[in-house]
């Protein structure tokens, strides 16, 4: 065939040409290769922010090669879209800019999808779904009420972070040095009726089904079983010497080291501080000073570790004349195990700085090597192996056996009980906010908590709110709330908390593969899809997202809607795509509109610049914003795109330069993909001037007569590799076996092989560089569309290689290589190898002593 003889290919033509057949098709509808394997390839779906970034172009586009080759090799392929679409970010722009949350969602759903579109993504979008919409939550509200009437969900009285100005809850991650994150209120700990779901039911399966998970990454695993966290050890109280009467529960994975005690510590909201504070003023202000500071796990592990001497003592269990002083400290949570830990500073670092600081025996009773000595020196506790030291009847036993021990003494002498425990708790669903699936249950003051009618679902939320009072808009709303109970009649009120978003991410794959109208899912088609084969996201939701699911659909089996435990067979977490900061350093701002001067009742700061906020000017970066003009800019580290640093690069006007499959090359080529992938200029356009290599490729003439078994040979190759890379999401391998049968085809002389490796060459680029692909197809006069074609096959007989590269040593020494036939004889080699002009060079007339030979492999000369 003749080709046009255009050398640039003309992407935005062809991007929107194709794009525009696919959708007048339907070629990605699932369900339409009734009796082909299925495939559920599934990307987690984005929050609608209002645009995508390169972030999204790379996680979507890894998800959408997958589904496009499981496509190519006969399968049906499920690939579905949707918004995770609740949530405070809707809320906190309808305070700031006055517009109704739904609405502020919409739209910013509206762009993306059409960013999102313009990747050529092999989307089924008629199962798009978003977690904001009735028809969605209101099935949410009926599994919720199917696992309240099986027991899976309960209500009790819990400790809360309250914002006094915003009145409501934050997370614990909302809380900063004390204060809420928006109104910068101190926090206050509240005691509040919450809606919990009892995942703590599910541990041991959770924990268990982890080995089950042969293609997830293991640090993904590991994050999950830390934070499940079964603990094997020792319950016992330590009881109190009087005055002080109330005994101290505890619970220790090391019962070997109780000789080591040297002090007892309980949270600041134990009832033993309490206590203290009741008749101490000190008390009650270092608790205060508690509840202002951190409130995770993490921010309690780097903070100062403090405590407060309560003047109480205990008794220790196994030596009555050891008396053991009390603290509040910190460092310990209420909601971890009893609230109270046993100090063993010689053997925890924590407990170390912890007895360093506030003046306490530190008793060494594991044995360090040689050290033995009862005082222990030095500021590093030690946590390895070692026989017991100093412990009474423990003296000389390994710490296991010395476990062992202590806790059958304590269960014989009745003061303590061996007992597992877990670190995960009941998953707290109750948010004091408007954007989110309302709870459907109705509060009587007769009948009590009445779960609402399922006839009367969806309970939809209110349109007309407002949000100028801080607070939850349900709870002030003048209707929405009262309602009559539907058992007794009389007047009631709703459940104003709503759901956390979390909820509505745990079983959104479920509804992707069955969509009723009737009920959330058809069991028997649900099943036919899941668990989903391929599951691609940021590792940043490696615990609670993946967790939650994995909860939520073993909460189903056990209530006999799925035969499903697992929902994700694989899972595959990819890197960050980075980006260079730009930042101002010592200006004074308050708010981002530095055009009207707001400069007052501001602290010196960094003000962060987009990249296309800055210009080149005389070899140095300046801002391009008028009030920050006089500056210098600074280049900060490179980091994962974020809209606080304003590092975040819009794909848009990629597209519009290169077009769609030069971004999509530059996502899977650049890096591994489980790496980060530094942005970059030069990368995208490298990537483009590639697209425009092949596309002059796939426009030559057809003209070539006759085989070339190398072109064969490499074609076979790439068939095979290609597929297996793509398979285990290795694309970055896979781009580089194009990129070298591309080279091998561009040097070959015309022939029929050659023709026939370009024709193979646009199927295997085909899921990742499709506009392309399809143009090439057409172009080349093929039928139909190549996304429907079928994946070559690679011809056995070409990946067997017949020929063979063999080492020549002399005593032992490399000194030359030959390419020989695979089958090549042990005589053939050995003269072959002394027919080398190296060896002839390197051996100057001396006659060999002996040759060694090893088909296949080497040939060793003793000279």
């Known amino acids: 065939m003749t080709g046009s003889n255009t050398t640039r290919f003309n992407a935005l033509d062809a991007d929107a040409r194709w794009q525009s057949v696919w959708a007048e098709r339907e070629s990605f509808r699932a369900g339409t290769r009734p009796g082909a394997p299925k495939a559920y390839v599934l990307e987690m779906f984005p929050y609608p922010s209002g645009r995508i970034h390169i972030g999204h172009v790379r996680n979507y586009t890894m998800g959408d090669v997958l589904a496009r080759y499981k496509r190519m090799t006969g399968h049906d392929v499920l690939h579905p879209m949707g918004w995770d679409a609740f949530g405070m970010p809707a809320e906190n722009a309808?305070?700031?800019?006055?517009?109704?949350?739904?609405?502020?969602?919409?739209?910013?759903?509206?762009?993306?999808?059409?960013?999102?579109?313009?990747?050529?993504?092999?989307?089924?979008?008629?199962?798009e779904l978003a977690t904001c919409e009735p028809d969605y939550y209101g099935h949410e509200q009926a599994l919720f009420l199917d696992f309240l009437a099986s027991g899976l969900v309960?209500?009790?009285?819990?400790?809360?972070?309250?914002?006094?100005?915003?009145?409501?809850?934050?997370?614990?991650?909302?809380?900063?040095?004390?204060?809420?994150?928006?109104?910068?209120?101190?926090?206050?700990?509240?005691?509040?009726?919450?809606?919990?779901?009892?995942?703590?039911?599910f541990a041991e399966e959770l924990l268990d089904g982890l080995g089950e998970l042969e293609h997830w990454p293991d640090k993904v695993k590991l994050m999950q079983a830390n934070w499940i966290g079964k603990s094997q050890g020792?319950?016992?109280?330590?009881?109190?010497?009087?005055?002080?009467?109330?005994?101290?529960?505890?619970?220790?994975?090391?019962?070997?080291?109780?000789?080591g005690a040297s002090f007892v510590a309980v949270a600041a909201d134990h009832p033993v501080a309490q206590a203290a504070a009741v008749t101490s003023a000190d008390a009650a202000a270092f608790i205060e000073l508690c509840k202002a500071g951190g409130t995770t796990a993490a921010e309690l592990e780097t903070q100062e570790k403090l405590g407060f001497d309560t003047g109480f003592e205990v008794i220790h269990p196994l030596d009555a004349a050891i008396r053991l002083p009390v603290y509040i400290a910190n460092f310990v949570l209420m909601e971890y195990g009893t609230g109270a830990v046993m100090g063993v500073p010689a053997h925890d670092q924590r407990d170390l700085d912890f007895a360093r600081k506030y003046g306490l025996e530190v008793r060494r009773v594991v044995a360090d090597n040689d050290l033995t000595d009862a005082v222990f020196v030095g500021d590093e506790a030690y946590t390895g192996p070692g026989a017991l030291v100093n412990s009474g009847f423990l003296d000389g036993m390994t710490v296991d056996a010395a476990k062992s021990e202590v806790i059958a003494r304590a269960e014989s002498e009745g003061w303590g009980a061996g007992t597992t425990v877990w670190r995960?708790?009941?998953?707290?669903?109750?948010?004091?906010?408007?954007?989110?699936?309302?709870?459907?249950?109705?509060?009587?003051?007769?009948?009590?908590?009445?779960?609402?009618?399922?006839?009367?679902?969806?309970?939809?939320?209110?349109?007309?709110?407002?949000?100028?009072?801080?607070?939850?808009?349900?709870?002030?709303?003048?209707?929405?709330?009262?309602?009559?109970?539907?058992?007794?009649?009389?007047?009631?009120?709703?459940?104003?908390?709503?759901?956390?978003?979390?909820?509505?991410?745990?079983?959104?794959?479920?509804?992707?593969?069955?969509?009723?109208?009737?009920?959330?899912?058809?069991r028997t088609e649900a099943e036919s899809w899941l668990p989903v084969g391929q599951y691609i996201g940021g590792v940043e939701h490696a615990i609670l997202h993946l967790l939650y699911a994995r909860f939520w659909t073993r909460a189903l089996k056990h209530l006999g809607k799925l035969d499903i435990a697992e929902p994700f067979a694989g899972l595959f977490t990819q890197g960050m795509v980075t980006h260079e900061t730009y930042y101002v350093e010592g200006i004074r701002h308050d708010g981002d509109d530095l055009e009207q001067g707001i400069f007052d009742n501001a602290v010196p700061t960094k003000f962060w610049l987009s990249p296309a906020e800055l210009i080149q000017k005389d070899g140095r970066l300046i801002a391009n914003v008028a009030a920050l003009a006089a500056y210098e800019v600074k280049v900060g580290r490179v980091e994962k795109m974020s809209k606080s640093k304003k590092n975040v690069i819009d794909p848009e006007p990629m597209f519009d330069t290169y077009g769609a499959d030069a971004v999509r090359w530059f996502m899977l080529g650049d890096s591994p993909p489980e790496r980060d992938l530094p942005w970059t200029e030069a990368g995208i356009e490298a990537c483009w001037k590639f697209v425009n290599r092949l596309w002059r490729l796939f426009e030559a003439e057809q003209s070539g007569a006759g085989a070339d078994i190398e072109i064969d040979r490499a074609t076979a190759r790439a068939v095979a590799g290609i597929a297996a890379d793509i398979e285990a999401l290795q694309f970055n391998k896979a781009v580089a076996k194009v990129h070298s049968l591309a080279n091998t085809i561009e040097k070959a002389a015309p022939s029929a092989s050659r023709d026939t490796a370009i024709d193979t060459l646009v199927h295997l680029v085909a899921p990742m560089l499709p506009h392309l692909a399809e143009e090439a197809w057409a172009a080349r006069r093929h039928d139909g569309l190549v996304a429907d074609a079928a994946?070559?096959?690679?011809?056995?007989?070409?990946?067997?290689?017949?020929?063979?590269?063999?080492?020549?040593?002399?005593?032992?020494?490399?000194?030359?290589?030959?390419?020989?036939?695979?089958?090549?004889?042990?005589?053939?080699?050995?003269?072959?190898?002394?027919?080398?002009?190296?060896?002839?060079?390197?051996?100057?007339?001396?006659?060999?002593?002996?040759v060694i030979v090893v088909p296949g492999r080497l040939v060793n000369i003793v000279a």
């Open 791 to 850: 994946w070559p096959d690679a011809d056995p007989a070409l990946l067997v290689d017949d020929s063979v590269t063999i080492a020549v040593q002399v005593n032992g020494k490399l000194r030359d290589t030959l390419t020989v036939a695979k089958d090549s004889s042990r005589d053939d080699l050995e003269a072959l190898a002394m027919a080398s002009p190296r060896i002839v060079a390197t051996l100057a007339g001396a006659a060999p002593k002996k």
């Open 154 to 201: 309960y209500r009790k009285l819990s400790a809360v972070n309250w914002d006094p100005v915003d009145m409501t809850v934050l997370a614990n991650e909302q809380v900063i040095d004390g204060r809420g994150w928006r109104s910068g209120a101190l926090v206050e700990k509240k005691q509040l009726s919450q809606w919990f779901l009892k995942i703590t039911d």
């Open 234 to 259: 020792l319950q016992f109280s330590f009881a109190p010497v009087a005055p002080f009467d109330q005994p101290i529960a505890v619970f220790s994975t090391r019962p070997d080291t109780i000789f």
């Open 94 to 127: 309808a305070m700031e800019k006055g517009v109704h949350p739904g609405d502020w969602t919409r739209a910013n759903i509206a762009a993306m999808r059409a960013q999102l579109k313009r990747l050529g993504l092999a989307i089924d979008w008629s199962r």
């Open 424 to 522: 995960l708790r009941d998953w707290g669903v109750s948010r004091q906010r408007y954007w989110g699936t309302p709870i459907p249950v109705i509060h009587c003051g007769a009948c009590g908590v009445v779960p609402v009618p399922r006839d009367q679902l969806p309970v939809l939320l209110p349109e007309n709110v407002d949000f100028k009072t801080p607070g939850n808009p349900l709870d002030r709303h003048p209707t929405w709330k009262h309602v009559d109970c539907p058992q007794c009649g009389t007047a009631a009120v709703r459940e104003t908390d709503t759901l956390d978003t979390f909820a509505d991410s745990s079983w959104y794959f479920i509804r992707f593969a069955s969509q009723p109208d009737d009920q959330p899912f058809d």
